[in-house]
């Protein structure tokens, strides 16, 4: 079956699914994105992803080209249209089709919107989370805004491919005071030798992951203790265990973080019993 893409107005086969070479977000990175995953045909926290979306949207000044109404019919439509059972569904807006020119273009373009959706493997994915995942560290040298999420990517990218290099799937940015950041595409938490969650507070340093929040809830439901502030590397190699959350990787251990081994090297109990009660926290769409 062929997939189908919506670009502008369209669901199109992903042969003609394309956008115009003077695009902002091709030539500036001049845009915003989000990631939804998939369960059973169904979006899973769509409406914090939505809401996510409008603040990158406005933190960046590209207005929002459609109601959230009927963004939400285009994902269901991606969806249904890809038979997505399991999987995620991208959304990108940029700033749309204009000369070549810093300056935001003027008199204002039509946004361009692009979503794709495809599947995922669960057995491979729980196979990993299972197994738990290396990272290397890298030092953080990305932008002062990575809070918002644009499709500016590049030292994620450089950094993802480093840790591919090592051996190890992915990487831990460390700022200039020695603390963790983020992963290339997913928050960084730690479970210290007393028990207690760690991850980052959520200022301009990480994107303000919606698999984070809800992992909060689904700390707190569980009745663990949990506490957001920066974790240097040296208590992450102390660490008893470290995980890291996206939308498509839900929580997922890290098992050695530069070639140290996490704890006892294997999944720890709590990362495995956040992944499992996961989604009895997260809102079905
Ligand atoms: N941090 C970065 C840099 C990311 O790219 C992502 C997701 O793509 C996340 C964190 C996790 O965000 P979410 O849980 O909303 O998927």
């Not at 997939?3 to 369209?10: D, E, K, S």
């Amino acid at each position: 079956m062929s997939r189908i893409a919506y670009v502008n107005g369209r669901y199109l086969p992903f042969r003609d699914a394309k956008v115009h070479v003077e695009d902002r977000g091709y030539q500036f990175a001049d845009g915003v994105y989000e990631v939804c995953e998939v369960r059973g045909g169904r979006l899973i926290d769509e409406r914090r992803h939505i809401e996510r979306l409008k603040r990158s949207l406005g933190e960046v000044r590209i207005r929002l080209p459609m109601s959230t109404t009927a963004l939400g019919v285009i994902l269901r439509e991606v969806v249904a249209r890809n038979r997505i059972g399991y999987g995620l569904v991208y959304l990108q807006i940029s700033r749309g089709v204009a000369r070549r020119d810093h300056a935001f273009p003027s008199p204002e373009v039509a946004p361009s919107v692009v979503v794709t959706a495809r599947r995922l493997d669960l057995a491979r994915n729980e196979a990993l989370a299972a197994k738990g995942i290396a990272v290397i560290s890298v030092p953080d040298n990305r932008w002062g805004r990575v809070d918002i999420k644009t499709v500016g990517l590049l030292p994620n990218a450089l950094a993802r491919q480093a840790a591919i290099d090592h051996g190890a799937r992915d990487a831990w940015f460390v700022d200039n005071d020695g603390a963790v950041t983020e992963a290339t595409s997913a928050n960084a938490w730690i479970v210290t030798a007393d028990g207690t969650l760690v991850t980052r507070r959520a200022d301009h340093s990480i994107l303000r992951g919606i698999t984070r929040a809800v992992t909060f809830d689904a700390v707190k439901g569980q009745g663990f203790k949990v506490e957001e502030r920066a974790f240097t590397l040296a208590e992450a190699f102390a660490a008893r265990e470290a995980f890291i959350t996206s939308a498509t990787q839900i929580v997922l251990p890290v098992v050695r973080i530069d070639g140290r081994a996490v704890g006892d090297g294997k999944p720890g109990p709590i990362a495995s019993r956040l992944r499992r009660e996961f989604h009895r926290y997260a809102e079905v769409g």
